[in-house]
């Protein structure tokens, strides 16, 4: 079965820290691996996408890093800020297009 | 703004109704998907459409049915409700099949 685990559930850390969140999936073989940012309330924000050929992409203070032979991802924040709380969600698509599975996703509190 | 719109933005309905949502894609965008969220759920992935066409399917319920139209607007009817109806239902918009998705800003819908 098809699945995506994101650990941890959830982590509360200083303002200026850095911290990492990490993604296991089954689904293989994948097509894009990407991760999310949901504020309380709206819709995800992508922050990166990767194929199954790319190790690592950033996007400002966020990188995300793929490794397709243990089939694990993490996205890794840095010098986070008040505004990075939120829930961060991995989403694997099937390589044949017709599934999207997502992961619970792991709730950031940043606090001051 | 994505440039994605949803309406109603609330809807507040009895068990045993009908309601439908609506969503209109970012202008171009050929791709529409509908998600499910739930309260201290992660998105569940319910339907895909591309160019009036269904290409995916995810966990949607046989008491949901959903269409795009000719000019790419697409409807989630959602039939004999029940309190476990009640979530946010997001909708994603995206110009092919397995592009980036922008997220509408949601429909919360409450079963009473």
């Known amino acids: 079965k098809n699945q995506v685990e994101q650990s941890p559930q959830s982590l509360i850390i200083l303002e200026g820290k850095n911290c990492t969140l990490q993604?296991?999936?089954?689904?293989?073989?994948?097509?894009?691996l990407r991760w999310y940012k949901q504020d309380t309330g709206r819709g995800p924000v992508s922050l990166t996408i990767m194929t199954f050929s790319e190790n690592t992409k950033s996007n400002g203070r966020y990188t995300a890093t793929l490794d397709a032979d243990t089939k694990q991802s993490s996205l890794h924040i840095t010098a986070s800020q008040l505004s990075d709380s939120a829930s961060y969600i991995c989403?694997?698509?099937?390589?044949?297009?017709?599934?999207?599975?997502f992961g619970k996703g792991t709730t950031l509190s940043v606090s001051s | 703004d994505s440039g994605v719109t949803q309406t109603p933005k609330h809807l507040i309905t009895a068990t045993g109704q009908r309601v439908t949502l609506r969503c209109s894609p970012r202008?171009?965008?050929?791709?529409v998907y509908w998600y499910q969220q739930s309260l201290d759920q992660g998105l569940q992935f319910l339907i895909q459409?591309?160019?009036?066409?269904?290409?995916a399917k995810g966990n949607i319920l046989e008491r949901f049915s959903a269409q795009q139209f000719p000019d790419l607007h697409s409807e989630l009817n959602l039939s004999s409700l029940e309190l476990g109806d009640s979530a946010l239902y997001f909708c994603a918009s995206s110009p092919q099949q397995g592009g980036e998705q922008y997220f509408g800003p949601g429909t919360r819908l409450t079963v009473t």
């Open positions: 989403v694997v698509r099937n390589q044949a297009g017709t599934a999207l599975i």
């Open positions: 459409y591309y160019n009036g066409e269904e290409r």
């Open positions: 202008s171009g965008d050929l791709s």
């Open positions: 993604c296991n999936y089954t689904v293989s073989p994948f097509s894009n």
